[in-house]
Structure formats: structure tokens, C-alpha cells
């Protein structure tokens, strides 16, 4: 865990906080928290490499 990004912690901490997560609510969450538009560009790497390290 102590290889992760700033980003990839604060996914981490959305997907945990949601019933259903999936993309657009994340992506929603994550603008409010960051007042700023998250591109999918960004998103889904981050998502993609936290589960290749089975988080």
C-alpha cells in the first residue's frame, strides 16, 4: 500500500464509501472532493492498477 499515489488512495477511500460503486459515481465523488474535473484518462489507469495489486 505504500506504493500507491495520493490519487490511488483517495479512489480507494471513495469505492469503499459507496454501495455500488462503479465509474461515473466515482468519477462524481471524486470531482467534489478535488473541485475539478477527473478525465477518464486519469480514472481508470488508477482503477485498472489497483486491481492488478488485488486491492
Known sequence: ???LTGFQRD???VVAGLD???GLAVKDEL???YEKEIHHGRLYPNLDTLV???L
Open 52 to 54: 492488478e495489486k488485488g
Open 1 to 3: 500500500m505504500y506504493d
Open 31 to 33: 470531482e467534489d472532493y
Open 11 to 13: 479512489l480507494l477511500y
Open 20 to 22: 455500488d460503486p462503479h
